[in-house]
């Protein structure tokens, strides 16, 4: 934004004020967006309801005194492993497709992009319904099953179904941190390894994985965080029986008429986001400190 | 320090004129333009068919705008909210009770009312609005059982059939609480009206146990699953996809369980605040006419509350379509599913142990 060239101080304070004009609709739309639905939702946390649905204001502790239940405990326990299951599947698949893009020619890696993006520009429900087809009796595995003589019937509902398109919904929000920072990895790296005598697993364990470890960062936090949120998919693939957080919360909202509970487990999912992405930036930066001391005892040593 | 002060103060300044735009524009939409009369609906997604509006639009001048919703709750959380614009709104049975008690919904003048007459026994003076004091049942249904006789192997007749333990796998529930609790309680041969905190706990076991039982909860495409032989029985509500299942596949059926079964309605209720009153009257008239309640049956494949409609329904197939009018020997025992108050907090809990456990 600043010139580096203006000389007098007077001339350095417009661009300055311009500066914050041009934060203005940033910010605006921060506020308006996430500060204020946020504010709201923290505030109906603490209200007292009536078995009308209604939102009688006042102050109380009971919303979040009634998510002591095991019942939510066991709700959150189970989404937290399911979102970590997904990020963990979607990560190790999304670093597999980053590579293999990160090593094409320089001309097919954006259209090997625009590829992952091609199915993302249709509607998730109707993607998710297209899995439903698939999956089920008379879809493409089932028969292809059937040919070897496997008996099945559907594997709608299953949890794997719910693992599946899980994956397929969070893949591309992981292949694309992961590849922006593969990008900036110097091929000649591979080829050192190489020389230097390191297979295929040593190279990606020593060189590939700690060098794109901010992508992959990314890529955990992008895919477990919404995987937190999700609703359609465990009731439509896995047949609603074991229900998120998120199913849970819409229950609260709309079946439950209980505004005030619903932002109280809002609040417990939030913070509980919060401090899963605080504590992975801090894995990060401990890594990083690492990864720095690493390579100055390398110097040393080679010195 | 003054620089950044100054500019968050614009930021402030900003929001809240961008605020005050979305109030100033809310309340433009809720007047209408003086001069051509207008009415505001709030209907339940497909249940007014375009051609009532049509020929409401041309026989009164009055411009008609629809606006849609598919829940109670959203309606009444709308509404409540406060200068909704809405003067006629469709809520549900149980609903009907809940916008009577927020005082939401107004007291119709029965003296203003014509074609009273034409609507069926069970919908005049229903347990809900006693004397229809507050509305006017258009549409009906009914919560009961689809099945497909080619995977059941055998008819089905009531709720007991869904705890069977030989369809394990093959079972779907409605992925909703008092529809649920329908079946729980009935099975055990209790109300599905009750608001006994032992009563909903009896019910509540025999959902937990039922659990092991299910393919899983589903509101969405059960209609699919039966009609492709994928799950064998499923709660459902009566209605277009169970109709068109019906139709479709000789072997699927839809009754109401032995145990009762239940109805539900969907009535038109005059809003508290309406300023088109005159012309929410003539809605409620002109919806009560025999010929264009007919029209939810052909244009909607839904049941109409006028006994006088049923004979002047174009396709008489759907009137025999127990998927849209149940037979009346089947519904002796049913019953509208009401408001239940405050044993709301005795399903909830129970509810909230059966999906998580």
Sequence with gaps: MTTPTAPSGRRRSIPNLTGYVMLLPAVAVIVLLVIVPLTVIARDSFAISDPLGGNLGGFTFDNYGKLFDPVYAKTLGYSLGMAALNAAVCTVVGYIVAYYIANRPAKTQPVLLVLVIIPFLTDFLVRTFAWITLLGSGGPFITLLKLFGVEATSFVPSQAAVTLSLLYAFLPVAIFPIYASMRAIDPSLREAAADLGAGWWQTHARVFVPLSAPGLASSVMLTFVPTLGVFVIPVLLGGGKDPLVGNLIVTLFTEFRNEPLGAALSMVVLVLMLASVAGAGLLLRAAGRRNARAARNGKEGTA | ?357
């Excluded at chain 2, 598919?70 to 049975?93: F, R």
């Excluded at chain 2, 109709?243 to 309605?265: C, F, K, Q, R, S």
């Design chain 2, 1 to 357: 320090m003054n620089k950044k002060f100054l500019a968050l103060g614009a930021v402030a300044l900003a929001s809240a004129t961008v605020l005050a735009g979305c109030s100033a524009s809310g309340d433009a939409s809720s007047t209408s333009a003086s001069g051509s009369k207008t009415l505001s609906i709030y209907a339940w997604a497909g249940e007014i068919p375009d051609s009532v509006i049509q020929g409401f639009e041309d026989e009164t001048g009055i411009t008609v705008t629809v606006d849609t919703f598919d829940s109670n709750e959203t309606m009444i959380s709308k509404l409540a909210a406060g200068n909704s614009g809405y003067d006629v709104v469709e809520p549900s049975q149980y609903a009907v009770q809940l916008m009577v008690d927020r005082d939401l919904i107004a007291t119709i003048d029965q003296s203003k009312l014509e074609g009273f007459d034409n609507l069926a026994e069970k919908f005049v003076d229903p347990s809900f609005d006693p004397g229809n004091e507050h509305s006017i049942p258009w549409a009906w249904g009914t919560t009961g059982i689809l099945y497909n006789e080619a995977c059941t192997g055998a008819p089905v007749t009531g709720w007991s059939d869904m705890w069977n333990p030989a369809y394990t796998g093959k079972v779907y529930m409605l992925d909703n609480m008092l529809s649920a609790y329908i079946a729980g309680l009935q099975v055990n041969g209790l109300s599905a009206t009750t608001t006994d905190q032992a009563d909903i706990e009896k019910a509540t076991d025999s959902l937990l146990e039922q659990k092991s039982i299910l393919a899983g909860y589903n509101s969405s495409n059960y209609a699919d699953l039966i009609g492709a032989g994928d799950a064998c029985i499923a709660e459902a509500y009566s209605g277009t996809t169970s109709a068109t299942a019906v139709e479709a596949n000789p072997d699927v059926h839809y009754i109401i369980p032995e145990e009762g079964g239940t109805l539900w309605t969907d009535s038109f209720s005059i809003v508290k605040d309406t300023k088109n009153e005159d012309a929410a009257y003539q809605w409620l008239n002109y919806t009560l006419r025999p010929e264009v309640a007919a029209l939810v049956t052909d244009d909607a494949s839904l049941a109409s509350t006028n006994e006088a409609a049923l004979p002047l329904v174009a396709d008489q197939s759907q009137v025999e379509n127990p998927a849209i009018y149940a037979p009346a020997d089947s519904l002796t025992n049913s019953e509208f599913i009401v408001d239940p108050g405050d044993a709301l907090a005795f399903f909830q809990d129970g509810w909230t142990r059966v999906r998580a456990s």
